[in-house]
């Protein structure tokens, strides 16, 4: 795994260094994510403080500190104090979201929901490893199928990149029902693709699915939010994108957001490829639309004409009574 943090200290790196040191968490020993915890939650004050100060507040040694650093994809404590404190005037430019009170008039909860997004969307490529972009585009685009998986909260996520996919003329599917799920994997062939969406790298059916892919020989593209996992140890190619902090409350839409967007983006760089392709659907939406729409037109005028049929008859009744 490529690290995105590696590079000379002061090199401009995308994305939000808090987003990922959330998603590192999970493959850090415990001393070395108490690190990470403090770091997260009092980066103001880390950045003044000696290794040995950090390792008082975790409760560990100030050696486990340069450890957790290190861990991070950083050559040291110092490394890492200077990437924290450009991030944390840039969070400060940006400013703190407001919590959702209920109190609060709706307009300014529907302001609070934009803010928390705009927010999650400014950090959510810091996880993210830029190097597995091309090739995970040149697997969708050559791929002789494309199996899309994604349950509980990805699964809406998985459905609209099927749709997505399938307008550019990258015929793609993404079957709603788990079991369908895996027996769908089980028939992909060597040359295929399966795509698997899960937040949190561990949901079972994905994971079920996804190891039925992998057994059938398919290649794997995964899409999540944490660097280390079930996922990641099945996956050819591990997208980390977005954050599970959503200040506001406890949804895990953050991750959704990030994830619509970089489908979005691989969607358009597939599609990109296929401008040419006569196969490609986009010229044939309009269409299809506009047969919806006569259809529905059609159907208002019948019932608009029933209804001045309906009221006429109702006023002869009415005059021979």
């Not at 840039?90 to 928390?116: H, N, Q, S």
């Not at 994997?185 to 994905?206: F, K």
């Not at 398919?218 to 902090?245: C, F, H, N, Q, R």
Request: with cysteine; net charge negative.
């Amino acid at each position: 795994m490529v690290n995105p943090f590696t590079g000379p200290v002061g090199a401009v790196r995308p994305g939000g260094l808090f987003a990922a040191i959330r998603a590192t968490l999970p493959s850090l020993v415990p001393s070395e994510q108490r690190v990470a915890e403090v770091c997260l939650a009092r980066p103001g004050e880390v950045v003044e403080w000696s290794a040995a100060q950090l390792a008082e507040a975790a409760g560990t040694s100030a050696a486990t500190v340069v450890r957790a650093c290190q861990s991070l994809g950083f050559r040291g404590f110092q490394h890492f104090r200077v990437e924290l404190a450009r991030e944390s005037g840039a969070a400060a430019l940006r400013g703190e979201v407001g919590r959702a009170g209920a109190e609060d008039p709706v307009e300014r909860l529907v302001d609070t929901v934009f803010e928390a997004a705009a927010k999650v969307l400014a950090d959510a490529l810091g996880p993210l490893d830029r190097a597995c972009l091309t090739p995970a585009v040149d697997l969708l685009d050559s791929a002789g199928r494309l199996l899309i998986i994604g349950n509980g909260g990805s699964a809406p996520v998985a459905q609209d990149a099927a749709l997505r996919f399938l307008i550019i003329g990258r015929p793609a599917e993404a079957p709603s029902d788990s079991i369908i799920q895996e027996i769908a994997a089980r028939l992909l062939a060597p040359t295929d693709v399966c795509l698997v969406i899960t937040s949190s790298g561990a949901n079972e059916p994905t994971l079920r699915a996804a190891e039925a892919a992998r057994t059938a020989g398919a290649a794997i593209i995964g899409i999540t939010s944490y660097m280390s996992g079930p996922l990641a140890e099945i996956a050819d190619i591990t997208l980390v994108v977005g954050t599970p902090d959503w200040p506001v409350g406890t949804d895990t839409i953050a991750s959704r957001l990030a994830s619509l967007l970089l489908l979005n983006a691989l969607q358009l760089a597939v599609g990109l490829r296929r401008e040419k392709d006569p196969q490609r659907a986009s010229s044939l939406v309009p269409d299809v639309l506009g047969h919806s729409v006569r259809a529905e037109a059609a159907g208002s005028a019948e019932t608009a004409g029933s209804a001045e049929t309906a009221r006429a008859e109702s006023g002869d009744r009415t005059r021979r009574q």
